[in-house]
């Protein structure tokens, strides 16, 4: 039995199913994909072989130099070794006999990649466009993304069709691919309630299910997992709650635990998260953290991971829906990195590089907010930057900013001072900061943090931009400023496991017959965020270890 029907559950149910077990995934709410689907879907996999066919050499040694000098050694843990060693056999063996399909993402930098052994190409890969027709009525069990990665109100578009479409008057092949993209739509949305194009973790999500439904595994939707039932010292099964009632499900294999993590359960959040906790959270409001209370009432141990930071972060911005909801913006990679903008706290100083990874941006607001408010942060840009890159959920293009004013999405100020006081911010400090911002972009040099310095600040830079591609004056009221928040896009902290992804008790020892995968499973990253993909790539590759370990006998073979 599964618990949770995201990437990782999907896949451990897949694999065990492929084995030749009897399957039943559990799923708390009425579709498939959890926060996956809302992902950007790539698989960090150093060694794989998209990136091999493509012509990126790299290997398991040198992923493996890299992580001891970003993580620090792994001790006794063997499943950082073990992931590295068996990760591209294992996405090799998934396209091999299931619906999923992978290509190399080609040069996308490692995020600390001035660190020894690591890679700027071919290590991470995404799931080739997914057809949602071919999941017929079913498409609609397949979870949306966030309403933002949606254009036109429900098409989905990657970053090369983001790419294409900004530049379709720029070359016919670009034409021709925003016409296909387009009307493609239309015509999708004539029978569909959005695109069935699905590209990045919806389409990941899609590919899994298509392919449990191609092999018969039931997921039985609406039904939550509460409770493990254990017995002479071994999980033999789950008490799952459905609408009509509790049901008890036997497990002779094993249960494999992969509900999401902690993310929205706030006794864990203050145990396992930085002070401040974040209030916000990119994750599934499903994903409360059933599994790892359950497991840990049956005696499995949970690992904070050496950074005991609990999560891995994006900083978010706060977007108010139509119909009166809050969502969360997540600043991946869009905006931050290009010339133009600096991100400030509440003393009106830049804190950091706002071209390093999402989630070592928000590191520096933690350490920042230790001297200076910096919970919210502040990205500062000025008109001229929004018309060209967008800001957030404003798109490149946007020339009038006064609707996400009026709704309260940005500040804006005519002048920096009157920016400044609506921030709260000090005016004298803020005008002098962007002074100084502005004579390191006339230089090309940013003295104080090196934007543009990095392979990773270059790549979401503009290569158009010069000298540095990071680096532009801010000098074009309006002056315009989005709040960003601290937010998880997944937990770091989970149950410690083995290599086969058996929970582990206090003592070290595999509780029998107990699998966690996912986000329920600890990072094998120990709250570090070595690249692109970094929570998916150990999902897929311990969910389908998990499950190869429960069909090959694993449980018995450990009782004897
Ligand atoms: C904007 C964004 C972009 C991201 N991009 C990437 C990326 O490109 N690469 C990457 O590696 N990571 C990325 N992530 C993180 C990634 O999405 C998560 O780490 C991943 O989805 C975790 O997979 P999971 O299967 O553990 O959990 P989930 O995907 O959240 O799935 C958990 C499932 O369990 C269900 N569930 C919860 N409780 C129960 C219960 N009691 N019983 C039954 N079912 C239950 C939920 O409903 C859900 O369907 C991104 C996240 C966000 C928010």
Known sequence: MVAGAGPGGMTAGLVASLEGLDVLICEKSQQVGGTGSTSAGTLWIPGNSAGEAAGFADSAEDARSYLKALVGDDGADPRRDIFLREGPGIIDDLTRRTALDFVSCGHHPDYRNNLPGAGSSGRAIIPAPFDGRLLGKDFARV?????????????????????????????MENFVHAARLVLRYLADRLRHARGTRLVMGNALVAQLYYSLKKNHVPVLFGAAFKELVVEAGRVTGAIVTTDSGSVRIGARKGVVLATGGFAHNPRFRTIFMPDPPPVHSMAVSE??????????????????????????????????????????????????????LIAVNGAGRRFVNEGVSYHDFVEAMYRSNETAPTIPAWLICDAAFVRKYGLGVIHPGTRNVRKFEKSGYVIRGDRIEGLARKLNIDAGTLAQTIARHNRFAAKG????????????????GDPENRPNPCLAPIDSPPFIAVAVWPAEIACSAGLATNGDAQ????GDRPVDGLYACGNDMASIMAGHYPGPGTTLGPALVFGYRAARHAARGGCETIRT
């Not at 979870?143 to 970053?159: A, N, T």
């Open 445 to 460: 040099v940013d003295e104080d943090f090196g934007k543009g310095e990095t392979e990773l600040n270059r790549f979401n």
């Open 503 to 506: 929970a582990l008790d206090a």
């Open 287 to 340: 994903n409360v953290g059933d599994g790892i209370e359950a497991a840990e009432r049956a005696g499995a141990r949970l690992d904070a991971g050496r950074a005991r930071r609990g999560g891995l972060w994006s900083p978010v911005s706060l977007v108010r829906r139509k119909d009166g909801s809050t969502g969360l913006y997540p600043h991946i990679l869009l905006d931050r990195a290009k010339p133009g």
């Open 143 to 171: 979870r949306s993304p966030i309403d933002d990665y949606f254009l036109l109100g429900g098409m989905m578009v990657g970053k090369v069709d983001i790419e294409r479409l900004l530049g379709r008057y720029q070359s």
